[in-house]
């Protein structure tokens, strides 16, 4: 599954986060967090969890939501 990495890294600046803040904020690995800002992919489960810990929709991170974003 991919995500538009950009809105995440945004998203994760805008709150003065570390990737390791927002795994540890998540529940998922740090590591999954830099595979999701650096590939854009990520399983179902981080894309709820990251969309969860921003407190925003998962559709946010939609690829047509990265498309509209552009």
Known sequence: MNIPAKKLIALRKERDWLQEKLAVIA?????????????????????????????????????????NAV
């Open 27 to 67: 529940g998922v690995s740090e590591r999954s967090t830099q595979r999701a800002e650096g590939e854009g992919a990520c399983s179902l489960d981080t894309k709820m969890a990251l969309a969860s810990a921003f407190e925003v929709s998962p559709s946010e991170f939609s690829s047509e939501a990265q498309t």
